[in-house]
């Protein structure tokens, strides 16, 4: 939703499932693989990536006109038992959700309330960036430990691709939440990572867009 300084609602942009549906046990189901709406805001535009079968980034005004669609197709990534094997084990031990997991007897306990779903791929967006007069996405795709960027002008010309070192993942429940521990900047990958000594360090990359 746009709201004015009063509070008042101007406009709805765009509404999505939530990624945990239904009340009651065992008809809790659980998004596993989360299809989050991205949002950025700059120069007084709102890009909202939608989230379809391929990057689709809709631009509006900041009274909540469209002004232009950016798509770009792209080779979907398919969601296999390796994924969701590691995608079980982040849920397991995020910090928010390991000690409930302990609260309510251990972890198969846990998984007789929900439903766990996994799609059969990866959205094709998993963040997205609009700085310094361009766009910037991260993907799900990784290439040798490294995961995969694409940089693009503001209305998705001169596409670009790039892949830095797998960064530090945002804990499952932080991500839900809309929380993320990197940012980029001046095409610039900023992150946290926790050292061996659990003090956390700023990590910045250069990103070759």
Known sequence: ????????????????????????????????????????????????????????ISVFDSSGNKLRDIRKPVKMIK????HKEQIIEDFKNDPFVKPQIRMMGGWNAVK?????????????????????GGIVIGTYKTIG???EYLGMDLHGNNQKRTVIPAHIKTPFMS???????????DKKFYYLRETDDEDWELVIEELKL
């Open 145 to 147: 430990g490294k995961t």
């Open 79 to 82: 969601v296999t038992g390796v």
């Open 1 to 56: 939703f746009i709201y004015d300084p009063g509070m008042k609602e101007i406009k709805k942009l765009y509404s999505q499932e939530w990624v945990q549906q239904g009340r009651r046990p065992p008809g809790i189901q659980f998004d596993m693989v989360m299809d989050m709406i991205n949002m950025a805001v700059r120069d007084d535009k709102l890009y909202l990536d939608k989230q379809s079968d391929g990057i689709h």
């Open 175 to 185: 991500k839900l939440r809309g929380v993320t521990l990197h940012t980029v900047a």
């Open 112 to 132: 007789k309330m929900f439903n766990m779903k996994f799609r059969e791929y990866f959205p094709a967006v998993q963040y997205m960036y609009v700085e310094n």
